[in-house]
């Protein structure tokens, strides 16, 4: 062998430590960026989940929610309403 061959080798082997140092750290680098992706795009896809819950679940709070002072839900006045309006109405029927 020649000197600048053996000089070659005794560098990559010195250098080994730090050629597999810059390797991993590359790899390291590339799979946290898509995980950070993926990350965000998970994220992202919860936020408009929650949204639609939020709005699914304020229009139940408006229905069925209690209302002001005496708490009092539109959804349990309409119930007594109609109950109320086929009671009347089976009486003057079976008259």
């Known amino acids: 062998m020649r000197t600048s061959s053996v000089l070659i080798v005794v560098l990559l082997i010195i250098t080994f430590p730090i050629w597999l ?3 991993g750290g590359l790899i390291g680098l590339i799979f ?3 995980g950070g992706a993926i990350g965000i795009v998970a994220g992202v896809f919860g936020a ?6 939020a709005m699914i ?3 139940f709070k408006l229905l069925f929610g209690d209302w002001g002072f005496f708490h009092f839900s539109p959804f349990w006045v309409a119930v007594v309403v109609i109950i109320l309006v086929l009671m009347v ?3 003057r029927q079976a008259r």
């Open 89 to 91: 109405r089976s009486r």
């Open 48 to 53: 408009v989940i929650g949204v639609i819950g």
């Open 21 to 23: 140092g810059i390797a």
């Open 57 to 59: 679940g304020g229009i």
């Open 32 to 34: 946290g960026l898509i």
